[in-house]
């Protein structure tokens, strides 16, 4: 996922946001992330960033940086008397 990313970003010279391609990832992608439901289910994968990161490709590829993924009817659920 990580190397679509970066391509789609490269080859776009930056000028599109990284959150805006994230719905261009393959389903491939996401079943190598162990998503099976891609597609069929809303899912996020959230990073916490810190501050000086001008290339958003140095997040996804530190090794310090953990990646989560969420899936809101987990989130509901838990939320839900």
């Known amino acids: 996922v990580v190397e679509e990313l970066r391509v789609l ?3 776009l010279k ?5 959150r805006e391609l994230f719905p261009l ?4 992608g ?3 992330l ?4 891609y597609g ?9 960033p810190r501050k000086g990161r001008p290339d ?8 310090k940086t953990q990646f989560k993924v969420l899936k809101l009817e987990e989130i ?6």
Do not use: H, M, N, W
């Open 9 to 11: 970003y490269y080859q």
């Open 14 to 18: 930056g000028e599109v946001r990284l």
């Open 25 to 28: 990832i393959t389903s491939s």
């Open 30 to 32: 996401a079943k190598a």
């Open 34 to 37: 162990g998503i099976e439901d």
């Open 40 to 48: 069929k289910e809303p899912v996020f994968t959230v990073a916490l």
């Open 56 to 63: 958003p490709f140095s997040l996804l590829l530190d090794t």
């Open 76 to 81: 509901v659920d838990k939320r839900s008397p």
